[in-house]
């Protein structure tokens, strides 16, 4: 059998949208590669690969391409983002390219007003030559890579570009220094194009640092420390160190080191940074902790149950990492068009020179406007357009509590017409409370103890239920052989060698029991019936009736759900009666009672038949088909791990609330891309033209293109802001 592994790295080098399709190119050609997704915003790469691929087979194929790999650790990416040093360098560049600029620049201003401010040419070539060759190697290292590897890139535009105008200035000085006055020349173009574009460059990786703020406040989350008992004694030791089962001891004001459970204490925990609940949740033995959160008031004790890469905060952060890095559908087309990009804007400005040149006969113009179609055309904010808006995206849902799987998670939810909820547990508190009791032959203190034998092993809410009921009133329960539950139905066990049954009206019937439903007292409630079954008889023992409180936020939810357009239904193994009871509270449009788990995933189905795009919300094994089956799966992350393991998209928190806002920020999200993406294009398709016909001068130009890279990063950033407006 095969095995596969994931290597993630940094890629330093790529500059644009074009770089990006090399790189992956690069390593899709390596034998043992499966498939490979970079990301220009983050500058990091995933590679699936075979167990026999190594990461010095990968970086040697990249460097042949003119780029560099270097390792980077699971769960750093945020780290690699943030690269302090790295904008320190970059701002010495800006900053003394700037200075020298300057001089060069200003007396241009002075021609606006009549006024004739021209260095000499000898100061003007001294000014330029280190900002062109200096401050811009950066520019001539990777084009010429580029060049090598029969690929162009950003890099190479620039350089081209810029060259141009510094060799046509130096060559008039040159032929014309000995005539009379001094010739006009074009270094504060190509000294201002670095500028500007150094500029642009740095501001852009200031605002792609902004995208990643969510995992970074992820990161800081992680305890580095944890106190544990060693013998007889407490020892404090690398968080990392702690294995399952271990007690941990946390004090006030600190951070919990793993996932656990409280063995002992009680204390108020913050979660907000985590979960997004605002508000403080008491813990006592028996309740599970995250990772991460904040002990507040008293001293814990814990047995771990998740470290390392299984705790909660490290699948969020890896989640969220997966999100951030992958890319959207829409991206295809971006990837094709940079693909093609770079050659298609070389050609068009040997046109325009040779066009320039031949038919107007004006050499010095052409080589301007060449200039102009280079710079402007640089693809940079075109590789951005769509990973920026990802990023902010998906971060923004991680501040507000909602994990989103993948890119393809949001563009099937921006589509989403109808929301179909599990009721139990997703609508409703999932704490069902048992309100009657009656019993047909026998006392109803003797049917609860029969109940809680048949129950005491049993994880369904009903179940429990009934258990809590009996402790409540001091019933012991007596032992049970053959315990079994029947999915869909109920359970059954064998006591004191005669077999007990409870479970559902659907099932009862299967079993030829004639039901008293007259004897329902609470209307709406949902009924679980107690019976015996003997020599293929089946007796009636007595009925139960529970109530299960609905979320206080869940009519809001349903309403504004319905004010987008969005229909909302809800599927439940409830009885017909309840189901009606919390379908008109609610006001949904539609619903189903009585369904089987496996028959849940066959109405999504029947729903997508009839033309909608369903959106399945659920907690419980019995949902994950059903998500699977969905457009789009949301599961509560107070469900099960194999729920969440089939949904798109985990709500951290059990509230309906969740569900619209990652509906309305997939909509704001794909609205992002299609405004950065139109930007990008037009800036292109306008300037372009503009810039071959005279009418955008190299200086504008590189402004322009500049701008437009700032623009679609800072577009996205937008996204942030209304997360925490939500």
């Known amino acids: 059998m095969t095995t596969h592994k994931?290597?993630?790295?940094?890629?330093?080098?790529?500059?644009?949208?074009?770089?990006?399709?090399?790189?992956?190119?690069?390593?899709?050609?390596?034998?043992?590669?499966?498939?490979?997704?970079?990301?220009?915003?983050?500058?990091?790469?995933?590679?699936?690969?075979?167990?026999?691929?190594?990461?010095?087979?990968?970086?040697?194929?990249?460097?042949?391409?003119?780029?560099?790999?270097?390792?980077?650790?699971?769960?750093?990416?945020?780290?690699?983002?943030?690269?302090?040093?790295?904008?320190r360098q970059d701002w010495f560049?800006?900053?003394?390219?700037?200075?020298?600029?300057?001089?060069?620049?200003?007396?241009?201003?002075?021609?606006?007003?009549?006024?004739?401010?021209?260095?000499?040419?000898?100061?003007?070539?001294?000014?330029?030559?280190?900002?062109?060759?200096?401050?811009?190697?950066?520019?001539?290292?990777?084009?010429?890579?580029a060049v090598k590897a029969g690929t162009g890139n950003m890099d190479l535009l620039i350089a081209i570009g810029t060259s141009a105008a510094y060799g046509l200035s130096v060559y008039l000085w040159f032929t014309f220094s000995g005539q009379h006055g001094a010739p006009e020349?074009?270094?504060?173009?190509?000294?201002?194009?670095?500028?500007?574009?150094?500029?642009?460059?740095?501001?852009?990786?200031?605002?792609?640092?902004?995208?990643?703020?969510?995992?970074?406040?992820?990161?800081?989350?992680?305890?580095?420390?944890?106190?544990?008992?060693?013998?007889?004694?407490?020892?404090?030791?690398?968080?990392?160190?702690?294995?399952?089962?271990?007690?941990?001891?946390?004090?006030?004001g600190e951070r919990i080191p793993v996932d656990g459970e409280v063995i002992s204490g009680q204390s108020n925990v913050d979660e907000a940074l985590i979960s997004g609940e605002s508000i403080p949740l008491h813990k006592r033995a028996g309740d599970k902790v995250i990772g991460g959160s904040i002990n507040l008031d008293g001293v814990l004790q814990l047995q771990a149950s998740g470290v390392g890469t299984e705790s909660?905060?490290?699948?969020?952060?890896?989640?969220?990492?997966?999100?951030?890095?992958?890319?959207?559908?829409?991206?295809?087309?971006?990837?094709?068009?940079?693909?093609?990009?770079?050659?298609?804007?070389?050609?068009?400005?040997?046109?325009?020179?040779?066009?320039?040149?031949?038919?107007?006969?004006?050499?010095?113009?052409?080589?301007?406007?060449?200039?102009?179609?280079?710079?402007?055309?640089?693809?940079?904010?075109?590789?951005?357009a769509t990973?920026?808006?990802?990023?902010?995206?998906?971060?923004?849902?991680?501040?507000?509590?909602i994990l989103v799987k993948d890119a393809a998670a949001l563009e099937q939810a921006k589509q989403v017409d109808l929301v179909v909820f599990d009721k139990t547990g997703t609508l409703t508190m999932g704490q069902p409370t048992l309100t009657q009791r009656t019993a047909l032959n026998d006392t109803e203190h003797n049917l609860l103890e029969l109940a809680c034998?048949?129950?005491?092993?049993?994880?369904?809410?009903?179940?429990?239920?009934?258990?809590?009921?009996?402790?409540?009133?001091g019933i012991v329960p007596r032992t049970t052989e053959n315990f079994q539950v029947v999915a869909g139905h109920g359970v059954k066990a064998t006591l004191d060698g005669e077999q007990l049954v409870m479970g559902s009206s659907h099932w009862m019937r299967e079993l030829g029991v004639e039901l008293p439903l007259d004897k329902i007292?609470?209307?709406?409630?949902?009924?679980?019936?107690?019976?015996?079954?003997e020599a293929g008889t089946t007796e009636l023992l007595g009925l139960f009736c529970f109530r299960d409180a609905i979320k206080p936020e869940a009519r809001h939810t349903v309403a504004q759900l319905q004010q987008q357009g969005i229909a909302v239904a809800m599927l439940t193994g409830d009885s017909q009666t309840s189901a009606e009871v919390v379908a008109a509270e609610l006001k949904l449009d539609r619903f189903e009672a009585e369904v089987l788990p496996g028959d849940k995933a066959d109405f999504i189905a029947r729903y997508q038949e009839q033309g909608y795009r369903v959106a399945m919300v659920g907690d419980g094994i019995n949902d994950a088909p059903a998500l699977a089956q969905a457009d789009l799966g949301m599961a509560m992350s107070t469900g099960t791990e194999v729920a969440i393991s089939a949904a798109d998209m985990t709500l951290m928190r059990g509230e309906t609330r969740l569900v619209v806002l990652a509906l309305k920020l997939s909509r704001l999200t794909y609205r992002k891309i299609k405004q950065n993406l139109f930007w990008a294009f037009i800036f292109n398709t306008l300037g372009i033209p503009l810039a071959a016909l005279g009418y955008l001068n190299p200086i504008l130009a590189g402004g322009a293109m500049a701008f437009s890279s700032l623009l679609v990063v800072s577009n996205a950033l937008l996204l942030q802001r209304w997360g925490k407006k939500e």
């Open 93 to 145: 560049a800006v900053a003394g390219a700037a200075l020298l600029t300057i001089p060069l620049v200003v007396p241009m201003v002075g021609l606006l007003f009549g006024k004739h401010w021209m260095l000499p040419p000898f100061w003007q070539w001294l000014l330029a030559t280190p900002v062109q060759f200096y401050f811009g190697a950066r520019f001539y290292r990777a084009g010429w890579l």
């Open 6 to 87: 994931q290597l993630q790295f940094k890629v330093t080098g790529m500059s644009c949208g074009s770089c990006v399709k090399r790189v992956e190119n690069a390593l899709n050609a390596v034998p043992g590669v499966l498939s490979t997704n970079v990301n220009l915003a983050t500058e990091q790469v995933s590679v699936a690969v075979t167990a026999s691929v190594d990461a010095g087979q990968l970086a040697a194929a990249v460097e042949k391409g003119g780029y560099r790999l270097e390792a980077t650790d699971a769960g750093k990416t945020s780290e690699a983002a943030a690269d302090k040093p790295f904008y």
């Open 453 to 473: 034998a048949l129950q005491q092993h049993s994880e369904h809410p009903l179940g429990k239920a009934v258990v809590a009921a009996a402790e409540q009133e």
């Open 521 to 533: 007292e609470s209307k709406g409630a949902s009924v679980a019936w107690l019976a015996c079954s």
């Open 312 to 384: 909660t905060l490290s699948k969020i952060i890896h989640m969220v990492e997966q999100a951030q890095g992958a890319k959207a559908p829409v991206q295809a087309l971006v990837d094709r068009v940079a693909a093609v990009f770079v050659p298609v804007v070389l050609v068009v400005a040997l046109l325009t020179l040779l066009g320039w040149g031949l038919i107007a006969e004006a050499w010095v113009a052409g080589i301007l406007n060449a200039v102009a179609v280079l710079v402007i055309a640089c693809p940079c904010a075109l590789g951005l």
């Open 185 to 252: 020349l074009y270094f504060e173009t190509s000294s201002a194009v670095l500028t500007l574009v150094l500029l642009g460059k740095y501001l852009e990786q200031r605002a792609k640092e902004k995208t990643t703020d969510a995992l970074r406040a992820l990161e800081s989350l992680r305890p580095t420390e944890a106190r544990i008992m060693k013998g007889d004694s407490w020892v404090t030791v690398a968080a990392t160190a702690v294995s399952d089962g271990q007690t941990v001891k946390v004090l006030p």
């Open 387 to 401: 990973p920026a808006a990802i990023m902010a995206g998906t971060g923004t849902a991680a501040r507000l509590g």
